[in-house]
């Protein structure tokens, strides 16, 4: 496989790189974090400008043309510096959503005004009883006339709060475990029904519990094959788990030289640390996770548009190995800063929090290697 990105490309990610070293630092990231909406809506218009949001879209929806592995350079640089403004929920989850299943009228709606900006979008699949399976649905939709009547909870809705529509996976046959009988809908935010509760997570993102009660769908709101969501789903997180696995990428680069630089700062019986050979092969180690991972995550990327069979192996391998190696490197590095890497002041424990998200993401790795050993 040929791994160097092309001009384009390369632009994209220096763009990124750019970007994300200017207005991440430490202090900029705790001040947006504390915001209402735990973003900046300034910066989303700025990423909308450089043509982000759209980079992975077909040009006739306003966007350039790209494709998963525009998306992997994101969002291995947003890994970088921990961004926190929406675009995994609202283009790789909700846009792909849209992309892959939506009618020509919800794409033509919708899609241009994603790629400007202008709408947020989000999925909300998980519930109480469900864990990480995708097929365990408990939200009904009923008929209703010409629509459909949604009731049931959706959990740990990304950026819930701040998406203007949220797809929503409801049951409309069978029982709750069934693979078929899964529809999707889009939901509009402040449709009546709709009651949403918001509140940060531990990586400091934020996230939602949507409460659906006799919510109101027409048939135009249906995305995909009515009975035949699941697919889609399993398709387009197939695509959020690489995505996911170029973030985790981002985090442990960032993660291996914040330590690296710690250890040749910090003195101990008068000489840095790093000049002990002992901590010298613990960074050698931490290297290595993460080299590996980002050849995985090259796997799970490059593999998305083969064999659904195919992709699907390669993103679970992707999960078991990102996860295992995600909290080697997250474990030593703070073991490797001491007692100040467990404070709120040092930034490499942000960075293990998200890593530890990105793992319970969807499967945590222990899930995916159970999954990968059935396979």
């Known amino acids: 496989m040929d791994f160097t990105l092309n001009e384009e490309q390369q632009l994209l990610k220096d763009s990124v790189d750019r970007f994300v070293r200017e207005n991440y630092e430490l202090s900029q990231r705790r001040e947006l974090v504390a915001r209402p909406e735990g973003f900046s809506r300034d910066q989303w218009a700025t990423m909308a400008e ?24 994101i969002m291995e640089g947003f890994g970088s510096r921990l961004v926190v403004e929406p675009y995994f929920s609202s283009v790789v989850l909700g846009g792909n959503l849209l992309l892959k299943g ?58 819930g709060g701040t998406a203007d529509k949220i797809i929503v996976s409801a049951r409309t046959a069978g029982k709750s475990r069934d693979r078929d009988g899964i529809t999707l809908f889009l939901v509009d935010r402040q449709a009546d029904g709709v009651e949403i509760r918001e509140y940060q997570t531990i990586d400091g ?31 387009v997180v197939r695509r959020a788990i690489a995505a996911l696995s170029a973030e985790a990428v981002g985090v442990m680069d960032t993660m291996k030289t914040l330590t690296n630089e710690y250890l040749q700062t910090r003195e101990q019986f008068g000489r840095p640390i790093g000049k002990f050979q002992a901590l010298q092969h613990r960074m050698v180690d931490i290297m290595m996770a993460a080299e590996e991972s980002r050849s995985i995550m090259y796997v799970a990327t490059l593999k998305l548009d083969h064999d659904p069979a195919e992709s699907e192996r390669a993103a679970t391998a992707a999960k078991v190995k990102i996860g295992q190696c995600g909290r080697f490197v997250g474990q030593n590095s703070i073991q490797l800063h001491g007692g100040m890497g467990m404070t709120d002041e040092m930034q490499i424990g942000h960075y293990f929090k998200r890593l530890t998200m990105i793992d319970t993401m969807f499967g945590n790795h222990a899930h995916h290697l159970k999954r990968y050993a059935a396979m």
């Open 50 to 73: 450089l043509g982000w949001l759209g980079a992975a879209l077909p040009e006739a929806y306003g966007g350039i043309g790209g494709g998963a592995v525009e998306t992997m350079i």
């Open 102 to 159: 939506g009618s020509e009228e919800q794409r033509n709606a919708i899609l241009p005004a994603l790629v400007a900006g202008e709408t947020m979008l989000t999925f909300g699949y998980a519930e109480r009883q469900s864990r990480y399976d995708l097929h365990d649905v408990e939200t009904k939709a009923t008929k209703n006339g010409g629509g459909y009547r949604i009731d049931g909870h959706k959990g740990v809705v990304l950026h």
């Open 205 to 235: 993102l934020r996230a939602a519990e949507v409460e659906l009660t006799g919510v109101s769908a027409g048939a135009d709101a249906i995305v995909g094959d009515l009975d035949q969501g699941l697919p889609l789903i399993e398709d």
